[in-house]
Structures are given as C-alpha cells and as structure tokens.
C-alpha cells in the first residue's frame, strides 16, 4: 500500500489517501529503483511536482524520475541524469551545489552539482532495516517502552513489505543537517548530508501515524503539515515534534514563511497564520472552495498562494488577507518560484510554466 503525494493528483487533491499498488513482478521485472530515468523531449511538458532554486539555478522534479533544470529563469530546461525511474515529488537545496529530492518507493536523491546530476543516497527498501536496527538498539535500554515495541513491529512490517513507501517532502537546515518526512509518520534526520540516516518516529507527537506532506521553517520556527489537521512544531530542547493545534481537521499541504509570519494552507481554500511562534492560529479569508497546493514569496515582499484549479491570490500584508487576481494561471499548479522582479515559474500537471505578477 501507497499514498500519492497531493500533488501528483493535484486535481484530485481531496483523495491524497487513495491506495496506490505496486507492479506485479513479472518475468524480467526491474525495479524502478534500478532503472534509470529515460531521457525525454517531452519532460519539460509532464507532470512536474516538486521544484527548488539552486541560486540562480531552477530544479523541478516529477514522474518517473524524471529532474530538469533551468539557467534562465525557466525559458529553457535540460534534462538531470537521474539513476532512478520513481516518481520523485518534492526538492530542496540548502546551498547553489547540493540538493536532495525524494519520491517513491522511499528514494532519497542527493545532487552536489546544482541538479546536473544525481545519486541515490537512500531508498524504501533500507527504510525497514533502518528503523529495526535503531529501535532495537533503543529498546536494549528500555525493554518495557511500549512505544519502542511498536515501532520495532512497524519496522518487522515494513521491511517485509518492501519498498512501498513514499517520502514526501525534504529539507535541509545547511549541507549536513535534513529531514525527510512521508507517508505514515515517516520522519528521518541526517546530520551528515545523507550519508546515513536516523529515524525520528518515537519524536513526534502523532499517534495516529498520519501522513507527513511538509516540512518547513516559517517565522522563525521548524514546522510539519499533516493530514486531518496535523501541524507538528518542533521543540528544539527536547528534539521533539510537538502538536501545533489548529482549528481545522482538513489536511495541510503546504508552509509558508515571512519573518514573523507561518502560513499553512491546504484543502478547500484552508488558510491559517500564526505570529506567535505557532501558539495560535487565525483563519486567512480567501473566498475559495478548491485546495491551495502552492505558494512562494516575491522579491518585493508578497506573498503568493495557488490553488489546484489554477487561482492566483497575493497578499501585500505579510499574509493577514489575500485578494484574487485575474485566472492567468489556467491550470492546476504543484510548486512555485519566485523569479526576477515580478515573476512566477509554476510546475504541475501540465509541466513547466511563466507567468508575471502585477
């Protein structure tokens, strides 16, 4: 069993839980994880998911392991040399050389070439092994931790399960400290730029094990968006990921950041904003029925929401309201970039995007 990231059916953004099966191995079967990913004329034009500045550099990433990027703010895209064919579904850089993509099958993707290139550093089926043998080492000091026991059968499941599930977002604080957080509670901490990775299921505060979409600072403060409500903050004293409430049971998928200001956004035009460090949040109007799934800041200070059916909001006021702007979008949009003065690059459905912001 799988979860598709929201935005690989950002038009059906509301069943972000549907099951997803696996291929039948079939005589002859390669796994995607020991395909590399086919070169395409038509990548630029596919489903894009996930995209990140790297400097001046553009890095999308999407279907079938497929990773373009752009030197001229999104005129033009070559296409990465990828050795997976996953579809991969959120990217992040920390610096203009290295950067980390995630997707399915729980791949983890490490590039120190700005994007050009990439390597596999970690993938779902190492998830299972991961987690027993750190849980089992814990558990050696705390024989009756019931939370511990539990973990140790989840890991038993998941290794036997093999590598069905998706990592979903990704983020690094510098070159050597990340977190990448998925289906299920998944949640994994590097403190050596990937090269091994440290499960951190036992620190957050989500008993349901409900999925992890984001993970992002905003106003100063580390933050994860979850379905049904799920907004975790971390507690950087006792390393754990504590529960943020809010108002509202509907999924987050994205995060938002100003100084001073985290926005979180997710199903049926669902906006909050905090400018207390997460202690509380207030409903931001934006007068839509359809799912927010983007957003990004311009130079000039605004910010930018889009939703699944293509809506444009703007705020000139840190995020306490938005106004609609004209449909220019069209199309349902999976990720943002700020580019120039007044520009938009969009990723989605549709493949790669331009759009100027008045």
């Given amino acids: 069993m799988n979860i598709l990231k929201w935005a690989l059916l950002v038009a059906l953004a509301a069943a972000v839980s549907a099951p997803f099966c696996r291929p039948v191995v079939a005589q002859g079967f390669v796994d995607v994880l020991d395909t590399p990913a086919q070169t395409?004329?038509?990548?630029?034009?596919?489903?894009?998911?996930?995209?990140?500045?790297?400097?001046?550099?553009?890095?999308?990433?999407?279907?079938?392991?497929?990773?373009?990027?752009?030197?001229?703010?999104?005129?033009?895209?070559?296409?990465?040399?990828?050795?997976?064919?996953?579809?991969?579904?959120?990217?992040?850089?920390?610096?203009?050389?290295?950067?980390?993509?995630?997707?399915?099958?729980?791949?983890?993707?490490?590039?120190?070439?700005?994007?050009?290139?990439?390597?596999?550093?970690?993938?779902?089926?190492?998830?299972?092994?991961?987690?027993?043998?750190?849980?089992?080492?814990?558990?050696?000091?705390?024989?009756?931790?019931?939370?511990?026991?539990?973990?140790?059968?989840?890991a038993e499941r998941m290794t036997a399960e093999g590598a069905d599930k998706p990592f979903l977002d990704v983020w690094f604080e510098n070159e050597r400290v990340g977190y990448i957080v998925g289906a299920f509670n998944l949640i994994f901490r590097t403190e050596d730029g990937g090269r091994s990775w440290i499960p951190w299921m036992e620190r957050t505060e989500n008993s349901s094990a409900l999925n992890l979409y984001a993970i992002r600072p905003a106003g100063g403060e580390l933050y994860i968006a979850g379905e049904q409500g799920l907004l975790l903050r971390l507690d950087r004293a006792s390393g754990r990921f504590r529960a943020s409430p809010t108002p509202y049971a509907g999924s987050f998928f994205g995060i938002l950041d100003k100084p001073g200001v985290a926005l979180v956004f997710g199903l049926r035009g669902n906006v909050f904003r905090s400018v207390d460090g997460g202690a509380s949040w207030s409903p931001i109007e934006t007068g839509l029925p359809v799912s927010i799934t983007a957003g990004t800041q311009?130079?000039?200070?605004?910010?930018?929401?889009?939703?699944?059916?293509?809506?444009?909001?703007?705020?000139?006021?840190?995020?306490?309201?938005?106004?609609?702007?004209?449909?220019?979008?069209?199309?349902?949009?999976?990720?943002?970039?700020?580019?120039?003065?007044?520009?938009?690059?969009?990723?989605?459905?549709?493949?790669?995007?331009?759009?100027?912001?008045q």
């Fill in 298 to 357: 311009l130079p000039d200070g605004r910010l930018v929401l889009l939703s699944q059916a293509g809506h444009l909001l703007l705020s000139s006021d840190d995020g306490a309201s938005f106004q609609l702007q004209p449909r220019v979008a069209m199309a349902p949009v999976a990720a943002a970039q700020a580019v120039g003065p007044a520009g938009l690059v969009l990723v989605g459905m549709r493949g790669t995007r331009q759009l100027s912001v």
């Fill in 40 to 154: 395409s004329s038509h990548a630029q034009h596919g489903l894009l998911v996930g995209l990140a500045s790297a400097g001046e550099r553009l890095v999308a990433v999407g279907r079938r392991g497929h990773i373009l990027y752009s030197d001229d703010r999104g005129q033009h895209w070559q296409q990465a040399s990828v050795p997976v064919s996953s579809d991969l579904v959120a990217v992040h850089f920390p610096s203009v050389s290295h950067g980390w993509a995630v997707g399915h099958d729980g791949v983890v993707l490490h590039s120190a070439d700005g994007g050009a290139s990439w390597q596999r550093q970690f993938d779902g089926r190492q998830v299972g092994p991961a987690m027993l043998n750190h849980y089992q080492s814990l558990s050696r000091d705390n024989p009756d931790d019931e939370i511990l026991a539990a973990l140790i059968r989840e």
